[in-house]
């Protein structure tokens, strides 16, 4: 029987399992979690615009980073109070943290 690819972008599968086994450490540590989300304060969304002009102003300049990148999609989340919107920005948090990932791991190794 032929199963149908899961992951279809290079080095998602691998970020996927580490993140399993990651949350497998934490149920077993902590058991499962429930807690407020905490975002959408009025201030939030001054500190998501802060971030995001940031983002831009250094890619604009020729000197953006991953940094720049999550800081400004955490940002972002951290703004939004309506749980769809904030699934939605986490899941874009998660693609970023791959994507760095990624670039870490298609370095040449360090000696």
């Given at each position: 029987m032929s199963y149908p690819t899961l992951f279809t972008t290079p080095g998602?599968?691998?970020?996927?399992?580490?993140?399993?086994?990651?949350?497998?450490?934490?149920?077993?540590?902590?058991?499962d979690q429930h807690h407020p989300?905490?975002?959408g304060y009025p201030s939030s969304d001054t500190e998501a615009?802060?971030?995001r002009h940031r983002c831009?102003?250094?890619?604009?300049?020729?000197?953006?980073?991953?940094e720049h990148v999550l800081t400004e999609e955490v940002a972002e989340a951290l703004a939004e109070s309506d749980p769809?919107?904030?699934r939605a920005?986490?899941?874009?948090?998660?693609?970023?943290?791959?994507?760095?990932?990624?670039?870490?791991?298609?370095?040449?190794?360090?000696a």
């Open positions: 998602v599968r691998a970020f996927a399992e580490e993140i399993d086994a990651e949350r497998q450490r934490q149920l077993a540590k902590f058991g989300d905490g975002t615009d802060l971030q831009q102003a250094a890619f604009r300049e020729g000197r953006g980073t991953w769809d919107k904030l920005e986490l899941i874009q948090v998660a693609a970023v943290c791959a994507a760095w990932i990624a670039d870490i791991d298609s370095r040449p190794a360090s």
